[in-house]
Structures are given as C-alpha cells and as structure tokens.
C-alpha cells in the first residue's frame, strides 16, 4: 500500500511539473557543471548594470565577450552541450542569484539532425519556460533570445532549426520585454550557406572572427 502511495504522490507531482521528463537526465548529465558554475557565483562579485549572458558553448567559449561587449560589463554562465530542456531545469540556479540589467540567452543544442531532437514547437515551451522562471524574481529586465546560428555540421536540421527561430521571433514580438537577435544573416554567404571561415574545424563552434 506504501508503495501505491508514493507511486500515486510521484504521478501528482509529475503532472503538476512540465519539465519533469528531462529533469532525472538533466541532473544527471550537467550537475557538475552546473556546480562549477555555482562556485563561480560564490568567488565573483557581479558588476553593476552587466548583462548575464546564459546558455550553451557558444557562451561558454566566448573568451573575448568582456572586450566585445564593453562599454558593457558581462557575466557569463555557459556549459557545453546545454539544451533547452535542461537549462528549463537549472535556469533558476544560473540566473537568480545575479543582479543584471539585462539577459542574453543563446541554446543550439535540442535540433541536431539526430533521431532524439524535439520539435520546433516543443523547444518553444521550453523557451517559454525558462523565461516565465526568470519573470518570478527579474520582472522589469529586458530578455534577449539570440537566434540558433546555421552551421556546416547541423545544416541538414536547418529547416526545423530556422523554423524554432520562427517561433522566438514570433514569442519576442508579441511579448513586452523580450526581445529576438537575428544573427542568421552573418552567419550565411550569398547563396544561403554557411560561412566555414567563421567557425572552427568542427564547423560547429564559432572561431574568433565568428564572434566579432
């Protein structure tokens, strides 16, 4: 009977929880991470007015975003590999323990061209996820979405990656404070495709010309 119970208690808990089905995973996969990250907060002091930038490598391995952003001061909180389906589970833990004027967000990772990738329209729930969790304690902050870059090596998901930027587009515009950073058009030559010099040799992560 005990076990009923706490089976029933886990269903209840499960459906009143949208993330509940990449939460096991996610902590499974990025806690140490996501730690590492929650020591950074612990021995940093954040600048006033900066803008936190939160997402996946492309953040991550930002290293000149201090000089590229100035006059801005920056955070940056970025994990390699990071979906929109685990940041929906960290996304408090990265963002509310700062003070920002402003939040970049920039996740690539939940198309990929592989079997296990979502749709355009679930990765959109998660975006609205993680930003309904952000408006709880930064309602007044603006939130800029920056677009998903096309890339050599996921090229052939680009129709359903465009098309999740379709929808952030869409949600930026009709929602107050939320804003879409288009960066599609840099990142493509003339005829539409990829421009290589801009990324490393894995033609997934931007070099140091991608990022100027």
Same mark, same amino acid.
């Given at each position: 009977m005990a076990w009923k119970i706490l089976s029933l208690a886990l269903v209840l808990i499960?459906?009143?929880?949208?993330?509940a089905q990449y939460r096991q995973e996610a902590i499974e996969r990025w806690e140490p991470e996501i730690r590492k990250l929650e020591q950074l907060d612990r021995q940093e002091t954040d600048p006033p007015h900066a803008i936190l930038f939160v997402g996946s490598s492309s953040i991550r391995l930002w290293d000149?975003?201090?000089?590229?952003?100035?006059?801005?001061?920056?955070? $940056?909180? @970025? =994990? @390699?590999?990071? $979906? /929109?389906?685990?940041?929906?589970?960290?996304i408090n833990r990265l963002?509310?323990?700062?003070? /920002?004027?402003?939040?970049?967000?920039?996740?690539?990772?939940?198309?990929s061209g592989k079997g296990n990738d979502k749709t355009p329209e679930e990765v959109l729930r998660l975006v609205r996820?993680?930003?309904?969790?952000? $408006?709880?304690?930064?309602?007044?902050?603006?939130i800029f979405l920056i677009g998903i870059t096309p890339t050599s090596s996921r090229f052939h998901a680009w129709p359903q990656?465009?098309?999740?930027? $379709?929808?952030?587009?869409?949600?930026?515009?009709?929602?107050? @404070?939320? =804003?879409?950073?288009?960066?599609?058009?840099? /990142?493509?030559?003339?005829?539409?495709?990829?421009?290589?010099?801009?990324?490393?040799?894995?033609?997934?992560?931007?070099n140091a010309s991608g990022y100027k």
């Open positions: 499960s459906a009143d929880d949208p993330i000149s975003i201090a000089d590229d952003m100035r006059p801005w001061p920056v955070i $940056r909180r @970025g =994990y @390699g590999g990071a $979906r /929109f389906s685990d940041l929906a589970v960290f963002v509310d323990p700062h003070q /920002f004027d402003a939040l970049a967000i920039f996740v690539a990772n939940d198309i996820y993680c930003v309904e969790q952000v $408006r709880q304690k930064h309602p007044d902050q603006p990656i465009r098309q999740v930027n $379709r929808l952030m587009a869409e949600y930026c515009q009709a929602t107050e @404070g939320l =804003y879409y950073v288009d960066t599609a058009p840099h /990142f493509l030559d003339e005829d539409g495709n990829p421009r290589d010099e801009l990324f490393r040799d894995d033609r997934l992560h931007l």
